[in-house]
């Protein structure tokens, strides 16, 4: 069971690193992929059934199918990305690991709890966690479809063309322009 | 299997679950600042996300509490939501600008 959890974990970080490391964009949301399926391997681990399976079906098949269609319609699957300055990359890789370091270092005496409830092998099935949806919360569960609508509507709006722009505010970059800001 | 998948939890200390999840939150901080494509960017909020995600369900399982999987739930609602509003921004930002590049953005400097 632990090697289980150590394969799904090895899997997670070096996938993760590939999606921030990739020149492609179509690498690193296959490498996204993966790193969610492991994900779900976690959840199967933790006996959180229901939450293995939205996962699968939300993060897997929708959101990252949205990544694939908007990469492939606005053809970004090349690798012509400018990368940022050296100084910045160097920023990011301390800065990360820092960020790593000090959230270790504030659990360096292990997390122990005290389990709230005793052990339900029940934990993480529909039943128990349906039965909490439907009963506890159920209005921010009925909140976020209003949330559903108006994220519709948003999206509909700025991604709509617009047919005519009497006074256009942005208007494109000269390529000199783009060639001074990309440097 | 289900004894199995029962002693999984048993077994697997709660703080490999949390540097497990610290890491993959560093990585994804880490990839925001590292890239300059959007899309890349959005993915690497995804990934801390998913993080918090594994860290609240890791909670979850260990106090025998459901309540924590609903908020995992909610979270993956609005991750949704934001997800396609984010894409419909790349899309404008496409069409305006004819780049995903971040520092093509700076159009509010002087």
Known sequence: MLALFYLFAAISVISALIVVSARNPINSVIALIVCFLSIAGHYILLNAQFLAMVHVIVYTGAIMVLFLFVIMLLNLNKATEPMKSLGMRVAAITGGGLLFITLAAAIRHGVSIQSANPFDAGIGLVRSVGHVLFTEFLLPFEVSSVLFLSAIVGVVMLAKKEKHQPNASVEPLTEAERARRTA | ?110
């Open chain 2, 1 to 110: 299997m289900e004894e199995g998948i029962i002693t999984a939890i048993r077994v697997v200390p709660l703080d490999h679950y949390v540097l497990l999840s610290f890491l993959l939150f560093s990585i994804g901080a880490a990839g925001v600042v590292f890239r300059r494509n959007t899309i890349i960017i959005l993915m690497c909020l995804e990934l801390m996300f998913n993080s918090v995600n594994l860290l609240l369900t890791a909670f979850s399982a260990h106090h025998s509490d459901p309540r924590a999987q609903v908020f995992v739930f909610f979270i993956m609602l609005v991750a949704a939501a934001e997800v396609t509003v984010g894409l419909s921004i790349l899309v404008m930002m496409k069409r305006n600008v004819d780049s995903v590049d971040v520092n093509q953005l700076n159009r509010l400097k002087g």
